[in-house]
């Protein structure tokens, strides 16, 4: 884990703030658990299916919409 490229997920915080939307709602309408979320704060990337889900849940069409 010590390799992994980190990233700064600063947008997909705010458009949960915008949505009035909090990380368990999140969670829970993506169908991923919270402890995936807390990679995602720490700046670890999910797997492909599970960003797609995120996206969809904000409704933004790309992950690269969501990561600075």
Same mark, same amino acid.
Request: net charge positive; charged share 25%; aromatic share 12%.
């Given at each position: 884990m010590e390799n992994e490229i980190?990233? %700064?997920f600063r947008k997909l915080?705010? &458009?949960?703030v915008d949505k009035e939307?909090?990380?368990?709602?999140l $969670?829970?309408?993506a169908g991923i658990s919270v402890?995936? &979320? $807390?990679?995602l704060k720490k700046?670890?990337?999910l797997s492909y299916d599970r960003m797609k889900r995120i996206c969809d849940v904000v409704?933004? %069409?790309h992950i690269e919409d969501i990561i600075e």
């Open positions: 980190k990233y %700064n915080w705010h &458009l949960l939307m909090t990380k368990q709602e $969670a829970d309408k402890s995936s &979320l $807390a990679r700046g670890y990337m409704e933004v %069409n």
